[in-house]
């Protein structure tokens, strides 16, 4: 029983910072911490290690070379900052960079400090190639993000057959985004509703005092 569940549900090859997480195929996985806590930043470096190759020219990479669906429901998501991680790992693995700027590259990638010039070389072919692998989709509200999910296996089935590559991971970022949107909408329908409700029993109220003031005098 145990080896037919590990032959129909392997374990997932998962690189760096995720690669402790025993997960299989169709788990969730849920980040959570505070704001500015990283947990974007984590998604991006899992990100870049599934896009990347392998192996590329004679280069070791040790990615997966594998698709990528990044939904961003924040709608905050950096793609310069996305774009300058992925040059300098494709960097890095080229030797390209020394050992002496990779601490203080590192840093400023964290930072996504864009404004700081870079001489970073980089095989722009490979880079081209890694974007094309990273599927970003971009919601404003809940209805988009259905409608995404609902018209996604379609869409994936047309960038796989052209990429000739499956999708490997899904993010969402982050899946509460809309969350106290909707409640304080739902809210605001509910109360509109009770005073709309409310209104016909306030009128009749008043009826029913006025008539019983002028001895049931009123007639409809």
């Not at 990479?61 to 990528?68: A, E, F, N, S, T």
């Not at 970073?120 to 995404?148: G, H, I, K, T």
């Not at 089935?157 to 909707?182: N, P, R, T």
């Amino acid at each position: 029983m145990l080896t037919r569940f590990s032959i129909e549900r392997p374990f997932l090859l998962l690189l760096p910072p995720l690669h402790r997480v025993p997960l299989r195929v169709g788990n969730v996985l849920e980040l959570v911490g505070p704001s500015s806590s990283a947990k974007t930043l984590i998604l991006i470096q899992a990100a870049i290690s599934c896009i990347l190759p392998k192996d590329w020219n004679g280069v070791h990479y040790g990615g997966l070379g594998r698709l990528v669906v990044f939904i961003d429901l924040d709608c905050r998501f950096d793609i310069l900052c996305f774009s300058t991680m992925l040059k300098r790992r494709i960097g890095q693995a080229n030797g390209l960079l020394g050992k002496t700027n990779v601490g203080r590259d590192h840093l400023d990638t964290q930072k996504c400090d864009e404004r700081r010039k870079s001489t970073l070389d980089y095989d722009e072919e490979l880079y081209a190639l890694c974007m094309r692998r990273f599927l970003y989709v971009r919601c404003y509200d809940s209805f988009q993000f259905l409608a995404s999910l609902k018209t996604l296996h379609y869409q994936l089935k047309q960038v796989e057959e052209a990429q000739q590559s499956s999708v490997y991971l899904l993010m969402i970022d982050s899946i509460g985004a809309f969350h106290w949107v909707e409640r304080a909408s739902s809210f605001s329908q509910s109360s509109t509703h009770r005073d709309e409700e409310a209104s016909p029993n306030a009128s009749y109220a008043c009826y029913s005092y006025k008539n019983s003031q002028l001895g049931g005098q009123i007639r409809q």
